[in-house]
C-alpha cells in the first residue's frame, strides 16, 4: 500500500482538492491492485480477506497524506449484498465489482428532512407489476457520479401502517448508467473539502423489482448489519490521518528554528504532540479489539462505535496540534495541514455524529434510557 501512495503524492491530492475533482487513477490503482475487492470472497472474485487487514489498507491510504474517501465504500457497500442478496445477484454483480468493472460505491440513505432519524424517511418505492417506482429525495449521496451501482433504501410500507417505525423501508441496488435521466437526477453539493458529495431527486425512477435485496420492509436490519464494518473502517482511517499530522507536526517542530532553537524543544509545544500521540495509539487498540471480534463473527456493536468515536476525536485533536505547530504555515495550502484539517473534520459527523455514537453506549452499553 505504502509503494502505491508513493505514486499519488501531497501534490496530487492538493490539486484534486482545488479543482474539487475524483481521483480516479488512484482509484483505479487500487483497484488493479485488488485493494478493493479485499473483504469480498474469493469465490466471488475478492481477496477474501477480514475487516482487521481491510482496515490496515485505508489507515495506509490516510496515513499517506491521501484520503480514502473516496473509494473506501467501494469495500463495503457490497457486504449488504454479499450477505443479504440472492445467490443471483451475487453472482452476477460480485465478480465485476471485485475486478473494478463495476463501481458500487454509493448508498443512498440520508435524506434533507429527516437527518440521523432514519426510520423517517420518505423516499418510497412503490410496487406496480415489475418495477418499484422510487420518488423522493436523498442529500449527501457521496460518489454517486462515480459509481455504477447504489444501494437505496426507502420505504415500501408507509409508516402508519407499520407496527414499528424500523419495519417497511426495503433496500433497492439501484443501476445508475440508466437511471440517470429516467427519474433521476443527481446534483453535486460543493462542501468544505473534496468528497465528491451529491444530491438526488427522484421522480418515478423504475427500479426492477429483481433488484431488490433480501426481503422487502427488512431493509433497515441490513443497513444495521453493515455498520460495525463501516465504523471500524473510518476508524482505521482516522488513525491513518492521525498518524500523518503527528508526523509531520513532529518534524517540523524539529525543523523551524524560532528565538534560537527549534520549535520543539518547547515542552507547549512538544506536550500537545505526545498528547495527541498517545490518544491515537488507544483509539487503534480500540479499533484493533473491535476488527478482531467483527473478524471472530462474535458482536461487536459497542467497540466499533467507541473505535469510531476515539479515532475521529484523536485524528481532529492531531489536526488541530499540526496547525497550532506549523503557525502561519498551517494556515498555507501548500503544506497540506489546512486540507487534511478539513477532510478529517468529517468524521465527527458522517457517517455517524458523535452525539449518536454517545446516545447508543449510554442505551446499549450503559442501559440507561434511550433519550430521543
Ligand atoms: C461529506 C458528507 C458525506 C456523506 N455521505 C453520505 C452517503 O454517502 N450516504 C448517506 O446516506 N449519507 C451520507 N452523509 C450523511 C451523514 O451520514 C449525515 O450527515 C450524518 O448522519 C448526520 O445527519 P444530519 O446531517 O442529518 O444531521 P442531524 O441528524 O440533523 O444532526 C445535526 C446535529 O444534531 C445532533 N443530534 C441530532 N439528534 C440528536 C440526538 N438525539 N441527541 C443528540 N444530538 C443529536 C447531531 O449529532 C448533529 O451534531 C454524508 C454527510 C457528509 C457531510
Same mark, same amino acid.
Given at each position: 500500500m505504502r509503494e502505491i501512495c508513493e505514486h499519488f503524492p501531497d501534490a496530487y491530492w492538493r490539486k484534486l482538492d482545488a479543482e474539487r475533482a475524483y481521483p480516479a487513477d488512484f482509484v483505479r490503482a487500487l483497484t488493479d491492485a485488488g485493494y478493493l475487492a479485499a473483504l469480498i470472497p474469493e469465490q466471488y /472474485? !475478492?481477496? !477474501?480477506?477480514?475487516i482487521a487487514e481491510a482496515s490496515v489498507i485505508l489507515e495506509e491510504v490516510n496515513h499517506s /497524506?491521501?484520503?480514502?474517501g473516496a473509494c473506501h465504500a467501494q469495500m463495503y457497500i457490497m457486504g449488504s449484498l454479499l450477505k443479504h442478496g440472492s445467490e443471483a445477484q451475487k453472482s452476477r454483480y460480485l465478480p465485476d465489482i471485485a475486478s473494478g %468493472?463495476?463501481?458500487?460505491q454509493a448508498f443512498g440513505v440520508s435524506e434533507p428532512t429527516t437527518g440521523s432519524d432514519t426510520? @423517517?424517511?420518505?423516499?418510497m418505492a412503490v410496487r406496480k407489476g415489475d418495477v418499484y417506482v422510487v420518488t423522493g429525495q436523498k442529500v449527501w449521496i457521496s460518489r454517486a457520479e462515480h459509481s455504477d451501482l447504489m444501494l437505496l433504501m426507502a420505504r415500501?410500507?408507509?409508516?402508519? @401502517?407499520?407496527?414499528?417505525?424500523?419495519? /417497511?423501508l426495503s433496500m433497492l441496488l439501484v443501476d445508475l448508467r440508466t437511471a440517470v435521466g429516467n427519474g433521476l437526477t443527481i446534483r453535486p453539493i460543493r462542501t468544505?473539502?473534496?468528497?465528491a458529495t451529491t444530491e438526488l431527486f427522484f421522480d418515478g425512477l423504475e427500479v426492477p423489482a429483481?433488484?431488490?435485496?433480501?426481503?422487502? !420492509?427488512r431493509g433497515f436490519r441490513y443497513l444495521l448489519d453493515g455498520l460495525n464494518a463501516e465504523r471500524i473502517l473510518i476508524a482505521a482511517e482516522c488513525v491513518g490521518d492521525g498518524r500523518w499530522f503527528v508526523e509531520r507536526a513532529t518534524k517540523y517542530a524539529k525543523d523551524r528554528r524560532v528565538f534560537g532553537r527549534?520549535?520543539?524543544?518547547?515542552q507547549g509545544v512538544q506536550f500537545p504532540i505526545a498528547r495527541a500521540h498517545v490518544n491515537i495509539e488507544a483509539a487503534d487498540l480500540m479499533r484493533i479489539r473491535a476488527a478482531d471480534l467483527f473478524d471472530r463473527g462474535e458482536p461487536c456493536g459497542a467497540e466499533a462505535n467507541m473505535a469510531k468515536l476515539l479515532a475521529a476525536d484523536a485524528s481532529w485533536e492531531a489536526a488541530n496540534v499540526a496547525v497550532q505547530t506549523y503557525?502561519?504555515? /498551517?494556515? %498555507?495550502?501548500?503544506?497540506d495541514i489546512e486540507r487534511k484539517f478539513r477532510e478529517t473534520r468529517l468524521y465527527q459527523v458522517a457517517p455517524v455524529s458523535t452525539n449518536l455514537i454517545l446516545s447508543y453506549v449510554a442505551e446499549h452499553v450503559l442501559g440507561l434510557p434511550r433519550s430521543y
Open positions: /472474485g !475478492g481477496a !477474501g480477506l477480514g /497524506g491521501a484520503n480514502a %468493472a463495476l463501481r458500487l426510520t @423517517q424517511m420518505r423516499t415500501t410500507t408507509p409508516i402508519e @401502517q407499520v407496527s414499528k417505525r424500523s419495519d /417497511g468544505m473539502m473534496n468528497h429483481e433488484n431488490l435485496v433480501g426481503e422487502e !420492509g527549534a520549535i520543539g524543544q518547547n503557525g502561519g504555515f /498551517g494556515f %498555507a495550502e501548500d503544506y
